[in-house]
């Protein structure tokens, strides 16, 4: 490896002994790409300490930063300052990079200096490690910037980005009072540096979890807080005032929409695997009996395309 890594990938850990090692393995997996790997241990009390101190004994290219809890943000912002590479990749402790990402994503940006940063379409896995789903965001720039400045995220999924790390450092990194939507904050102020798009390639499993009362509660401080950037930010560009509203996290909803995501990709073991998990966790709710209806309803539509296909194929045989 070169005295500056070409790529520095930023990965916060608290509590994540369940998952650490398959996410760490696949970024110490990469394939052709030279890179550093910061992981900054949030003053985790499960086993990943001792996860974090094994891996890095058999590979310097790992760095552990070990810290008392302070919350995401400042996690993201000490590992920061020990990131030495021209790009910056992002990373979580439950997800699953693809051999390919680092390299492909760095090739993109070593090409395209019109760009602050890039993302890919993600694989949704389910808490086991299963696929749900995949969402294939759209590319375009101009759509990006526009749904940012709508208040969406805008298809940038913060632990598939690639972004320049200079840009990064120039707008300030990571910002406390933005606790809950850093990514979101991060990604409007570098929209004044560049565009964002993503590569149409699946290079991260993104896992998904069901909700809880406190994701309840945080989405609230979410929508508050993205409210104030949001009207901020659009003032500053002469854009009319936007209002986001509150809309309740609730697990067996979280659930249902799996189911959903499933079906739309024909991906029926993931949707009738999670209609038992509702049945199992949300017996009395009607989120299970509307999953089973969806997936009837899909089981129709399936039966009926195959029954025109037949129809279609014995006519043009006779």
Not at 150 to 159: C, N, Q, S, Y
Not at 206 to 219: E, K, L
Not at 303 to 318: E, I, Q, W
């Amino acid at each position: 490896m070169s005295s500056r890594p070409r790529i520095s990938v930023l990965m916060p850990v608290y509590n994540a002994e369940q998952y650490l090692a398959e996410a760490l393995g696949s970024i110490l997996a990469q394939d052709g790409a030279d890179f550093e790997c910061i992981v900054v241990d949030d003053g985790s009390t499960d086993g990943s300490a001792g996860i974090l101190e094994d891996f890095a004994s058999h590979d310097d290219r790992l760095i552990i930063i070990s810290r008392p809890n302070t919350g995401i943000v400042g996690a993201l912002n000490d590992g920061l300052e020990q990131c030495s590479g021209y790009y910056l990749a992002r990373m979580d402790a439950d997800d699953v990079a693809c051999p390919q990402r680092l390299a492909r994503q760095a090739a993109f940006l070593d090409t395209h200096p019109e760009h602050v940063g890039v993302g890919c379409w993600v694989d949704y896995l389910d808490p086991e490690g299963e696929h749900i789903w995949t969402w294939k965001m759209d590319a375009d720039s101009s759509h990006i910037e526009q749904r940012l400045l709508e208040g969406d995220i805008g298809g940038l999924v913060h632990p598939a980005m690639m972004l320049r790390l200079t840009d990064v450092q120039a707008v300030g990194g990571y910002r406390p009072e933005c606790e809950y939507v850093e990514d979101y904050d991060l990604f409007l102020r570098l929209l004044d540096r560049g565009s964002f798009t993503v590569i149409e390639e699946c290079l991260l499993g993104y896992r998904q979890h069901p909700a809880s009362i406190n994701a309840t509660r945080d989405r609230d401080n979410r929508v508050a807080i993205k409210n104030r950037i949001l009207a901020i930010t659009r003032q500053e560009r002469g854009l009319p005032p936007k209002t986001l509203s509150v809309t309740p996290v609730r697990t067996e909803e979280t659930i249902l929409r799996w189911v959903s995501l499933a079906l739309l990709d024909n991906n029926w073991h993931s949707a009738r695997k999670n209609t038992r998990r509702l049945l199992r966790t949300a017996p009395f709710t009607t989120a299970p009996w509307r999953a089973l209806w969806r997936l009837a309803g899909a089981g129709i539509g399936k039966l009926r395309t195959r029954v025109g296909k037949s129809l279609h194929n014995n006519v043009a045989v006779s």
